[in-house]
């Protein structure tokens, strides 16, 4: 593993190491995650769909779509694929017959333990190498970095752009 304190030749980069770094911190994570979603025959984000209807059965979309953070289009396909697959089942809301209710079905409840299991695996490979205290000073530079970006100053970003 190359020393990232090592002196290297410029690149086009510098000007964004940290944000670099996530985006292939991002990029390593999500592909091993598919290479352990593709063993449970799931795609990227259904295991997510999944997780919350394991905890809380009998969503609208519109719910999951907030539980989840994707917008509505992407969750519509997703839960349509989900129900062809035989994971859920979609029905009317007695309510609103535009709204419909997401509920799994006993093959859904059944990925309950591989999901949580897959998320084991993927939780044991990326620490592998990180000591307890690493790990947790990396959550908390993450949150840190997460709240900086979904709080940051819209106004400045919209006349940043005026100019």
Known sequence: MPDP???TSATPFDDGKVSYAIFELARAHRGFA??????????????LILMHL???DGQTQSELVESVGVDHSTMSKALRRMQVTGLLTREPAAHDRRVSINR???KGD???EPIAAM???LEEVTT?????????SLLRS???IIDSINTRDESANSSDSDR
Do not use: K
């Open 54 to 56: 394991h905890q809380r």
């Open 110 to 112: 059944a990925m309950r």
């Open 128 to 136: 592998r190498n990180l000591t307890p205290e690493a790990a947790t």
């Open 5 to 7: 304190s090592a002196p």
């Open 142 to 144: 993450a949150r840190t």
């Open 34 to 47: 598919s290479t352990l979603l593709r063993q449970l025959s799931l795609h990227p984000g259904q295991e």
């Open 104 to 106: 799994l079905t006993a």
């Open 119 to 121: 998320w084991r695996e």
